[in-house]
Structure formats: structure tokens, C-alpha cells
């Protein structure tokens, strides 16, 4: 169900359970909206298409693309190395644990040294009222060819039941959200292919699927990283560039 909120509020519960809240003053910006889908069992994902206006995505945008010291790293995927399917980036508080994936340890640089990721995380705590992060990942995805595989964000210094922030800049590309297979079918690879599903906002038991606008936030909770996995897949007539911003807390 549609919710609507107005620019700079916090995403209310009653929101997220699908009540309108109605513009408290004349003349006031058109009310945004956001989509709460409940995946069972502790775990949600909200969605927000418009959460950044566009002129403030383009400047963003802008300034991601041409400051950020974006570098592809060479990984390891099922015991052999590959290039990395997309630029990344990462910003962390000082005296964390370090990030490492799939044998990857990135230069955790300052919030310091990009102002502007300042104001995006505090728009980010401004509509999440208690929300806490403290380092971000950046990805850019310069063309339908980058993507991200199947994967959840489920390691042990995020704790139990992350809150992951999503932010996404530039070209719009489709986020896919499947269920975990279960432990009788985990001896088997999961498929690593696209699902099919092509909707704008579509679902079934198993799995949901988001087209994600410039200037859009999605955020998962709860159990999302223990019982789902998501990715972004190729893209052919996907040409323009995408950066990402993955906000999440450290917290071990």
C-alpha cells in the first residue's frame, strides 16, 4: 500500500502500516510516498522512490561521479580471483572493524574527506528516526554489463538484524529480493540467474522485486540479511551510470 509523507519528516510507523499523513500547511511541496512490504518472519524492506528531490539527486550525482576515488578491485568468488563487476568506494568512523569481502579489504576513508556524504547521511537519519550509521559503501555501476550477484549483507560485524539504508543515484536499475533457500535444498548451489519477475514493484512468496529511481532510498531491517538474498543483475539496455550508497552500523 501507498504512504505519503511530507519532505524532511521521519518515516512514522503509522506510515509504514499505510496510514496518509496529509500536508499540515498550504502552499507545502506535494506529499512523498513510500511502500512498506512486510517478507514475514521479522524482516521488511521499505521503499521510498522520491526521498532526494531531483535537483538535489543531480547534484549528488554529480559530485559521486567525478570526486569519489572509485577503484575495482580484484575479489575472490567460489576460491578464484575476478574483477570486480563494479567501482567501489568506502567510508567508515575511525576505529571500526575493518570491512573485508570476498577476500577484499577496502581503505576505509573520513566522512571528513567528502563533505557531501554528510549531508546524505543526515538526510538518511532524518526520515530514520534512531537510526545510527556509521560507515557506507559506495558502488557505481557504469553501464548494464556491472552488476551485483546474488548475496546477503550478513556479516557478523553488522550484528543480528541489520538496518541497511540504500540510496541510489543516475540510472535506474531492478533490485531483486529472494528467499534463502532452506537448509534441505542449502546443498545445492542457489541459482545465480535473474528472476523473471519483471514488475515495477512486484512480489510473490519468495520473492520482490523494485526498480530503484534516482533519488530513491530502500531500507532493509530485521531479518532481511539472515533470510534473503538481493541483487542487481546485467542489464543490456541499461547504458547510463548508477551509484549506490549503502549505509549500514558497525557494531562489533
Not at 570491512?99 to 574527506?113: E, F, K, N, R
Not at 531492478?174 to 532452506?182: D, Q, R
Amino acid at each position: 500500500m501507498m504512504t505519503l509523507r511530507l519532505k524532511s519528516e521521519p518515516i512514522s510507523e503509522e506510515e509504514e502500516e499505510g496510514e496518509p499523513t496529509p500536508s499540515s500547511r498550504s502552499g507545502e511541496e506535494p506529499a512523498k510516498k513510500s511502500t512498506r512490504v512486510d517478507l514475514g518472519n521479522g524482516s521488511e524492506v521499505v521503499y521510498m522512490p522520491r526521498f532526494l528531490s531531483s535537483d538535489e539527486s543531480w547534484r549528488f550525482y554529480n559530485y559521486l561521479n567525478s570526486r569519489i576515488p572509485w577503484t575495482r578491485p580484484t575479489i575472490r568468488v567460489f576460491g578464484r580471483s575476478c574483477l570486480q563487476h563494479r567501482d567501489t568506494c568506502y567510508v567508515a568512523n575511525a576505529g571500526l572493524t575493518d570491512l573485508v569481502y570476498s577476500g577484499y579489504q577496502p581503505h576505509a576513508y573520513s566522512w571528513d574527506d567528502y563533505p557531501l556524504l554528510k549531508e546524505i547521511l543526515e538526510a538518511v537519519h532524518n526520515v530514520l528516526p534512531g537510526s545510527k550509521f556509521n560507515s557506507l559503501l559506495l558502488n557505481r555501476y557504469k553501464g548494464g554489463s556491472d552488476y551485483v550477484g546474488w548475496h546477503s549483507d550478513d556479516e557478523k560485524l553488522y550484528g543480528s538484524a541489520p538496518e541497511i539504508a540504500s540510496v541510489s543515484f543516475g540510472c535506474e536499475r531492478e533490485f531483486f529480493l529472494k528467499k534463502k533457500p532452506s537448509k534441505t535444498s542449502q546443498a545445492r548451489r542457489p541459482d545465480d540467474g535473474p528472476v523473471r519477475k519483471r514488475s515495477r514493484i512486484g512480489s510473490d512468496a519468495a520473492q520482490h522485486t523494485f526498480v530503484l529511481k534516482h533519488g530513491s532510498l530502500l531500507v532493509m531491517r530485521g531479518y532481511t540479511q539472515r533470510d534473503w538474498i538481493h541483487s542487481v543483475p546485467k542489464r543490456a539496455k541499461a547504458e547510463g551510470v548508477r551509484i549506490n550508497l549503502t549505509f549500514r552500523r558497525i557494531v562489533s
